[in-house]
Structures are given as structure tokens and as C-alpha cells.
């Protein structure tokens, strides 16, 4: 949907003195345009909210092109990314489960409140219901979601039994295509993910019409090994991130480890190679965040 110019949304101030955030709602849709998203914004602290939300955990994409979303009849500027997460989620009606999206639910165009909310989304992730993982990659052409898929214990398995167990549920492209498509793609590279996956209480892969569990743990609840035969579907990011995902994760003392372990993750504006990561530290809310 191309984006025709007029009065912008505008936000209202968040209350700093406490953890407030934004959650948004996606409403169905009731103007006959399939592309039409509408959404409903609300001013929330965490603590009243804690495992009542999903937080949306993905790549921003390319600024161009972008489409518009609806918020109390006032249209926002997306990019495509997100922008197709909310059309399938709308479709999906996964639950009406708010969710926390950092490009509409953070004023991108007020610095004092970017800054508030960067220093506050360790807390955003940590609380969240679920962290859903979206790559912008559809299963089979679905356009719905449905029931959570716990197939990290089918994966461990030798690739033809995995396999005739995916033909027996329908899924055979998931374990071919989709996983090839999530080992190289470059979510995997950012560094915003790593608190957003690492403090999450469960991290979800959406793939099509399927949550696809991604802490994958072996049936006593340790992590796995490179050996198991999943493992070499994915590239060595992934498979270490998702790996530390499966043990209990404690906050570093210092930042200097995270730092030279993930030196090579990626971003935009180079200040977030030091506040993406400060949320995995001890301490973290002693440090200024100032873009």
C-alpha cells in the first residue's frame, strides 16, 4: 500500500517516573481494505502488566519503501517488515494479546523518550509473556498462525525420522526450506537481539501457521550440543545464541565480556553496540543512555 501524505500520529508523553510503556492492540479489520492495519496504543507500567504481552523480536529492515498503519484515525509510517508482521498477526487472530513493538510503541521522533525506553527494554523482554521471533518468512504460503509446535525434541533425532515424522504432520518444508531460510538469515547478525532472546521467559519462531519453540533443550532441560543433527541446519550465531537460551542465563558483572564475545554483531548507529548489550549486565541501569 503506497503511503499518501497527512497529519502525522502524534503521541502522548509517557510518565518517566515509572516503567511506562506502550502496548498496542491490533484491531480487525472493519474498512472492507485487506491492507488496512489499525492498531490501538495504551499507556501501561510494567509491573501491571507482567506476562500479559508478547514482545515482537526482528530486524527493521530497509527504511524504504514504508506503508501506513491507523492509530485512533491518525496514519504512522512503518517500515515493510513490520508492517507484514501485523497484516499476517491480523489475519492469524492469535489470541488478542497485546503486543510491544519498539518502532510504533517508542516515539522514534522523541530523543528523550528513545532514550528512556532503550535503558527500559530489558525489562520489556524479561516481562513479556513470550518473545515472538519474526523473520518475515511464510510456511507453506499460510497466512495463519496457530497452535505452538515443540519440535525441538524431533529434531535431535537422525534427519529420516525427523523427516517422516514432518510428513506425517504435514510440515516437511519446515524442516528443508524454512530452517535453511532462518540458519542465513541476517537476524541472526543484530545486536539488539541477543538481550531480547537471552532474558526472554520463552522465545517463539513464527513460521506460517506455526510457534515454533526456540529454546531448544534436550528432554532433561540441558542445552545441546553442535552434535545433534538440528544444530547443523543452523549457522554459529544462531546456534550459540539458542544454545545459551537453553541454560539459565546470568547477567555479566562487566560489559567487557558481552562486548568482545558479540563484537561482531551489527546495527545502525554504532552507540548500540554498547546499549544493546547493556541489559545482559549487571549494574546496567547506572549507564546513561543518550542518542
Not at 11 to 33: E, F, I, K
Not at 49 to 66: F, M
Not at 197 to 211: I, K, P
Request: charged share 25%; glycine share 6%; net charge negative.
Amino acid at each position: 500500500m503506497s503511503v499518501t501524505r497527512s497529519k502525522a500520529y502524534q503521541y502522548s508523553a509517557l510518565d518517566y517516573s515509572r516503567h511506562c510503556v506502550r502496548l498496542l492492540t491490533v484491531l480487525s479489520n472493519s474498512t472492507g481494505d485487506e491492507d488496512a492495519i489499525s492498531l490501538k496504543l495504551e499507556d501501561v507500567t510494567l509491573e501491571d502488566v507482567r506476562g500479559e504481552y508478547d514482545a515482537i523480536s526482528y530486524t527493521w529492515g530497509p527504511e524504504l519503501p514504508q506503508h501506513q498503519v491507523w492509530i485512533d484515525g491518525e496514519p504512522l509510517d512503518v517500515r515493510s517488515n513490520i508492517w507484514h508482521f501485523l497484516q499476517h498477526y491480523r489475519r492469524s487472530r492469535c489470541g488478542s494479546v497485546r503486543l510491544w513493538v519498539d518502532s510504533i510503541c517508542i516515539n522514534q521522533r522523541d530523543i528523550e523518550e528513545k532514550n528512556h525506553q532503550v535503558a527500559n527494554m530489558r525489562h520489556v523482554y524479561s516481562q513479556a509473556r513470550r518473545v515472538l521471533i519474526w523473520l518475515d518468512i511464510l510456511y507453506g504460503g499460510s497466512r495463519a498462525v496457530g497452535p505452538e509446535l515443540h519440535l525441538s525434541h524431533d529434531m535431535f533425532r537422525p534427519y529420516h525420522q525427523r523427516e517422516a515424522e514432518a510428513r506425517r504432520r504435514g510440515m516437511q518444508s519446515l524442516l528443508m526450506d524454512e530452517l535453511d531460510a532462518i540458519s542465513k538469515h541476517c537476524y541472526w547478525q543484530r545486536v539488539w537481539i541477543l538481550q531480547e532472546v537471552l532474558l526472554a521467559s520463552d522465545v517463539f519462531v513464527v513460521l506460517g501457521e506455526h510457534l515454533v519453540n526456540a529454546t531448544f533443550t534436550d528432554k532433561k532441560g540441558g542445552f545441546c550440543s553442535r552434535d545433534h543433527s538440528f544444530w547443523t541446519w543452523l549457522n554459529e550465531d544462531a546456534a550459540d545464541l539458542l544454545r545459551q537460551k537453553g541454560t539459565s542465563f546470568n547477567p555479566w558483572l562487566s560489559i567487557w565480556y558481552p562486548l568482545e564475545k558479540w563484537h561482531k554483531s551489527q546495527c545502525q548507529d554504532v552507540r548500540d553496540k554498547v546499549y544493546g548489550l547493556l541489559g545482559l549486565t549487571k549494574g546496567a541501569e547506572t549507564f546513561t543512555i543518550d542518542y
